[in-house]
């Protein structure tokens, strides 16, 4: 029963979202914000959309060179109410920009807000919808993000943010361009219910900072399935929390966005970037660089290359992983257990340590496979830990066959990630490789 209802919700979605044919699994690329935010022009688009590249984040799958808020001039066309370009940032304009990043095969996205002005004060979209998407189509770009700053107080109910929200999904599809429509409503009247079949992602929460666990009042909600104040300065683990029960409202063509990625943005240590990058992929949310990635250490390089995760993350035939549970530590923080299905009978599981203390505990693979039940869980499984390398220098390290349970160090701050595959898969699968 199990493996026929997560069937039917992987096969559900599929047909019920927007149909644009993109984003059949969460989008990967590059954001300008989180690390530059206004401080944008050409040559910093370029030379990042070069850095993936060279750095061959490209052959990852990191395709999307987004450039955010303030590429606007200081207002609109005065006679057709067009949008145009800051002449000095980018005095090409945006055609020039996007056949220049098409002809790196690369893929260009912009950005506007859902109200008479985006958040950093420039012009919105809100009745310029049908405007706006005909000057994006005509400029080649391919993806946008929407925000939701100066609304009008168009919002409070699922109706209202929907019919907001949809003149833009329904002037973008009138192009006849696909152009990824990425929602940033903050989570505002629940997006994961009324944005399914308008939107390939939507956010879930006020905007994220680079902290694992700070507490910060401008983030005040404890959930948010009825928040009214989403907020801003959201630490990466309470995001996470956020993401918990919604993962069942996602699937091929619309995800749940838990924003940008902070890895490489100097806040967090490699541990916890490691669980932020790992967490984001595990629950299928857009992998969205949000670093200068013309200038990164080796740490950083090390965690948003780990194809096996990417792996998780681009996994066609799966869904978001699930919280199993979530147990407070005596010393502060907790543990959790977070498990999810890939397609060929193989499976992922991670244990999170939020705790200052490092702990071991023991994993019920029983628990592991709550979703698939009892008998399939009391079975023999051969374990991958997806964060250390095996012989051949490939993530991924078996860590042998275990029934029962398997006993898990890991470090304060730290998130193991292991993929499961049951012994008979498991052995056709090394007999297939050693042909």
Known sequence: MAHSFLALLLAIPASLALDNGLALTPQMGWNTWNHFGCGINEDLILNS?????????TGLGYN?????????????????????????????????????????????????????????GRFGSLGFEEVDAKAYASWGVDYLKYDNCYNEGRAGTPSISYERYNNMSRALNATGRPILYSMCNWGEDGPWNFAVNIANSWRISGDIYDNYDRYDDRCPCMSMLDCKLAGFHCAMTRILDFAAPLGQKAGRGHWNDLDMLEVGN?????????????MWALVKSPLILGNDVTDMSDDTKTIITNDAIIAVS??????????????????????????????????????????????????????????????????????????????????????????????????????KVYKAIPVSSASQTRAANEL
């Not at 959309?49 to 984040?57: C, F, V």
């Not at 010393?331 to 244990?351: H, P, R, T, Y």
């Not at 374990?383 to 390398?389: A, P, R, S, V």
């Open 314 to 415: 681009q996994d066609a035939g799966s869904g978001p992983a699930n919280r199993v549970w979530k147990r407070t530590v005596d010393e502060g923080g907790d543990l959790q257990l977070w498990s999810g299905s890939l397609s060929n009978n193989q499976f992922v599981f991670a244990v999170i340590n939020t705790s200052p203390s490092n702990q071991t505990v023991d994993i019920s693979l029983i628990d592991v496979f709550v979703d698939q039940g009892r008998s399939f869980g009391s079975g023999t499984f051969t374990l991958y830990d997806l964060w250390q390398k095996d012989a051949d220098g490939k993530w991924g390290l078996s860590i042998g066959d275990h029934s029962g349970s398997v006993s898990v160090d890991v470090a304060s701050h730290q998130t």
């Open 49 to 57: 959309a070069k850095a993936l590249i060279s750095n061959n984040l």
């Open 266 to 278: 100097g806040g967090m240590t490699f541990d916890e970037y490691v669980t932020h990058f790992s």
């Open 64 to 120: 999307y060179v987004l450039v955010d808020d303030c590429w606007q001039a200081d207002t609109r066309d005065p006679e057709t109410g067009a949008p145009v370009a800051h002449p000095d940032k980018f005095p090409n304009g945006f055609k020039d920009l996007a056949d220049k990043i098409h002809d790196m095969d690369l893929k260009l996205g912009i950005y506007s807000s859902a109200g008479t002005y985006t958040c950093g």
